[in-house]
């Protein structure tokens, strides 16, 4: 099968990897967890996520972190967030669930990125997972592919909707870019491609949302091309507006240079727009085939896409579009099947210190020698930190379980509703 007509519909786990209707439900009220790490016949999860991109910052990993963290809070598991400080948000807060962010006190460099450490993060990174008993974190090089397993992103499609069922005109169509304006976003192509567009169809109307180092150049193409009134510049768009913009469009185009899966597309596609989108990535099997106008990377390729999305865009169905999109991408079975993956790595057996040299050593060969010296050097750093600090000096902090209330279930949609109550173990 090729890559072009994957959908989610298509994408299976790997045959070792249970079917959904396998998945335990969540625990019952009466069986929130309890110190052993049991929920009923399932097990308990201390899980830790770490990522430089996090809220208050917005964007597509944000999202995936936060929703992901949330349904795993409501099936029981323990969920804390690593990410570096932003501004003068420091130190530990608390989100809906009792989601507990630690800011650490490391600035980014660029773009939110903090600055690349071997060694700097180990201490307050171990004082973390004693404090918070963490039983899951992992960043591996080299895995056996039998080994991984491909979990797709899911939309809050209870937010992104689309408009309400209002004839259209047909007398202009916009297209939509919401996106953060860098090279790595395909915005030199869009400065190609919107003139082009414009030239060919009189009434087509650009929007686009975002800001970033490439915006200067979008800037000066449209008054190179005097189409100040066809090309609405909107500079950064908080996340709570990005549906208003997009259902402020029929077309929504995605122009990145690389791409792991883009939950961008699938917002517009549960707020009913057609998408076109370059072939990069994970793109082409995250929307079937008659949602998206795949092209490639290239100026040519993409007017062409636009033109066949101008063409079928009659035959769309917004809201038909919206229920698709909500059966197909759902955060709670996002959370349980990544339960599953959490299940049986759990099961794995630990490696030593030298099983594990071994299997960087095979990296490559100047890559694999220096993955092993920062092994070898992070090792006696961290029994350095044993001997200075041992594992008993470290508080540990009670864990929080979240109880649901009468009248609500663990499938519940909108998180943090009043029906919730709180308990704590130690």
Not at 216 to 236: I, P, T
Not at 251 to 263: K, P, R, V
């Amino acid at each position: 099968m090729s890559r072009k007509n994957l959908s989610p519909s298509t994408l299976k786990p790997p045959s070792n990897l249970p079917p959904r209707s396998t998945v335990a439900p969540a625990p019952p009220p009466s069986q929130p967890g309890n110190a052993d790490g049991l929920m009923g016949d399932r097990e308990r999860h201390r899980i830790l996520m770490v990522c430089d991109f996090f809220y208050p910052n917005f964007g597509g990993v944000e999202s995936h972190i936060y929703c992901l963290s949330q349904c795993l809070l409501k099936l029981g598991h323990k969920v804390v967030v690593l990410t570096h400080a932003y501004g003068n948000r420091s130190g530990v807060r608390y989100m809906t669930h009792g989601l507990r962010v630690y800011y650490i006190p490391w600035r980014p460099f660029l773009m939110q990125n903090a600055l690349p450490t071997f060694y700097g993060t180990l201490p307050i990174m171990r004082t973390i997972l004693v404090r918070e008993k963490i039983t899951l974190h992992s960043h591996e090089q080299g895995l056996p592919p039998e080994k991984v397993y491909v979990v797709p992103n899911a939309v809050d499609t209870a937010m992104f909707t689309p408009a309400p069922e209002i004839p259209r005109s047909n007398d202009e169509i916009v297209i939509v870019v919401v996106s953060r304006l860098v090279y790595r976003k395909g915005a030199d192509l869009l400065v190609e491609v919107i003139p082009e567009v414009c030239r060919l169809y009189p009434h087509v109307r650009f929007v686009v949302g975002g800001d970033g180092p490439k915006r200067v150049r979008l800037e000066e193409m449209r008054e190179k091309h005097f189409l100040q009134d066809r090309v609405e510049m909107l500079g950064a768009i908080p996340h709570s507006r990005v549906r208003s913009v997009l259902i402020s469009g029929h077309i929504f185009l995605n122009s990145s240079l690389t791409e792991a899966f883009c939950i961008a597309i699938l917002e517009a596609a549960s707020c009913g727009l057609l998408t076109v989108s370059t072939r990069v990535g994970g793109v082409p099997e995250v929307l079937p085939d008659d949602m998206v106008v795949l092209a490639e990377p290239d100026p040519v390729d993409l007017v062409r896409a636009i033109k066949k999305a101008i063409t079928i865009l009659p035959t769309i169905d917004p809201q038909d579009m919206h229920k698709r999109v909500k059966k197909l991408y759902d955060w709670h079975d996002v959370a349980r099947r990544t339960e599953i993956v959490y299940d049986r790595a759990m099961k794995c057996p630990n490696q030593n210190l030298l099983e594990r040299l071994g299997r960087y050593l095979s990296c490559g060969s100047w890559a694999g020698k220096l993955f092993c010296l920062v092994m070898i050097i992070d090792f006696l750093l961290f029994r350095l930190l044993q001997l200075v600090q041992p594992a008993n000096d470290i508080e540990e902090v009670p864990d929080m379980v979240m109880a649901l209330g009468e009248g609500s279930s663990a499938g519940d949609d909108i998180p943090g509703q009043s029906s919730r109550r709180w308990s704590t173990t130690c």
